[in-house]
């Protein structure tokens, strides 16, 4: 039988295991990985619908970034990288509590396409790789198709370990049908 837990209780447990699977992505970004195929697209949309307030939902994968770049080293595409993140969180945000697959798969998606824009855009425009014209610019999105197919696998793979892992914790959380009601 399930012990009872005061709301308040509930709610710390709910939140510590957001950002244990928080934590647990930022590391996993530092280990070494195939390009692109990394947790932290998955975590900012994760924490874009599992945090309740609003400055966890930005901070949390903000300080993960913060935290992977001191270890792998800091870059010009930085403050570019961390905005499309923080679109990410805001697709999270969207999905918010109804955490039903269809629509967070939808936000993996639209998550993994803007990542590629936003950033491949800034890549054409930062550095002298590609002629800044039209052609320049396509030549920079079809050069980097396989990262943006990384990319998507990646934000899959993690998005369906971090909210499945999270949908089992609370599914196994000591708590009353009306707790989980008002904690929503």
């Known amino acids: 039988m399930k012990a009872e837990l005061t709301e308040k209780q509930f709610f710390w447990m709910k939140t510590g295991i957001a950002a244990m699977l928080v934590l647990l992505a930022a590391v996993l970004r530092i280990l070494p990985h195939p390009w692109n ?3 932290i697209g998955a975590m900012a949309l994760f924490s874009g619908a599992a945090f309740r307030d609003k400055w966890k939902k930005f901070l949390f994968p903000l300080i993960a970034l913060l935290a992977g770049d001191i270890v792998v080293g800091f870059h ?3 403050f570019v990288v ?7 969180v805001i697709l999270g945000i969207c999905v ?4 039903q697959p269809l629509r967070i798969a939808g936000a ?10 936003i950033t491949n855009f800034a ?3 930062t550095f002298d790789t590609y002629p800044r014209t039209l052609a320049g610019l396509v030549a920079c999105y079809v050069a980097a198709v396989p990262l943006l197919l990384n990319t998507l696998a990646g934000d899959a793979v993690y998005a369906a370990l971090l909210f499945g892992g999270y949908s089992l914790a609370e599914h ?7 707790l989980a009601e008002t904690s929503r």
């Open 96 to 99: 918010g509590e109804k955490r």
């Open 37 to 39: 195929f990394t947790p």
């Open 172 to 178: 196994y959380l000591p708590h009353t049908d009306r």
């Open 82 to 88: 961390y905005l499309s993140f923080t679109v990410s």
């Open 108 to 117: 993996t998606l639209l998550g993994a396409i803007q990542f590629f824009l």
């Open 123 to 125: 890549i054409w425009t």
């Open 76 to 78: 010009k595409l930085m």
